[in-house]
């Protein structure tokens, strides 16, 4: 399985972006789709998640009503749309997949590269 993450950017606050992790080699859609951040000198932390078949969501307090995670299967395309984006948003942002619904990280088995997001103010 790769995940291919592309869209960060330099934004100013307020703003928008759209993050795509592009999911190649992935067989099985019973896996759960997320998104984590981290800042500099900062743990990673969890943002957004969806299950890949049934399509719910969940999402970080920091960030409910702002951004919205979703899936393109005919893509194999997960995106985060971020909208009113504030400063302490600025962090790479990272896509990842695993077995299971959590908010851990060291749950998630396969991660892709990242894509930086800075919100200047």
């Known amino acids: 399985v790769q995940l291919q993450a592309s869209g960060g950017g330099l934004v100013q606050a307020g703003g928008s972006l759209m993050l795509s992790c592009a999911v190649s080699g992935l067989t099985v859609r019973s896996n759960v789709m997320a998104w984590f951040r981290q800042a500099p000198g900062k743990d990673r932390e969890f943002v957004a998640r969806?299950?890949?078949?049934?399509?719910?969501?969940y999402y970080a307090d920091s960030v409910k009503g702002r951004f919205i995670i979703s899936r393109n299967s005919a893509r194999s395309t997960v995106y985060l749309q971020m909208s009113g984006l504030k400063p302490e948003d600025t962090a790479h942002y990272y896509c990842?997949?695993?077995?299971?619904?959590?908010?851990?990280?060291?749950?998630?088995?396969?991660w892709g590269q990242g894509t930086q997001v800075t919100v200047s103010s």
């Open positions: 969806i299950r890949w078949r049934e399509g719910d969501t």
């Open positions: 990842a997949t695993g077995p299971v619904r959590a908010n851990t990280p060291e749950l998630f088995e396969v």
